[in-house]
Nanobody, 122 residues
Framework: QVQLVESGGGLVQAGGSLRLSCAAS????????MAWFRQAPGKEREFVTYINRSGGGTYYADSVKGRFTISRDNAKNTVYLQMNSLKPEDTAVYYC???????????????WGQGTQVTVSS
């Protein structure tokens, strides 16, 4: 079992940057594909990005491509989300998740963090 704890959310002005972190418990972190999802008020949770087990492969939603970067440090059991050029529409609760397969589908993820709020003001 994997426990995930996100941190790094906050309030930022449009055009600014934030870096989210997700710390995982357990010795099996490196065996999981890690992803970030987000849920805006009144909307369904949506896929943002994932990174493969080694960190050598990534995939992004079109809405964040070129602005967000996912990375991982398997020695620290941590996955990161660097968010640049933030827009008001990026406002959401951001969740990290772990899966045994590389997927943009929420249902393929077995473990979830509690989420961290990101608010981008205009």
């Amino acid at each position: 079992q994997v426990q995930l704890v996100e941190s790094g959310g906050g309030l930022v002005q449009a055009g600014g940057s934030l870096r989210l972190s997700c710390a995982a418990s357990g010795r099996t972190f490196r065996t999981y594909v890690m992803a970030w999802f987000r849920q805006a008020p009144g909307k369904e949770r949506e896929f943002v990005t994932y990174i493969n087990r080694s960190g050598g492969g990534t995939y992004y939603a079109d809405s964040v491509k070129g602005r967000f970067t996912i990375s991982r440090d398997n020695a620290k059991n941590t996955v990161y989300l660097q968010m640049n050029s933030l827009k008001p529409e990026d406002t959401a609760v951001y969740y990290c998740a772990a899966s045994t397969s590389a997927s943009s589908t929420e249902g393929h993820y077995d473990y979830w963090g509690q989420g961290t709020q990101v608010t981008v003001s205009s």
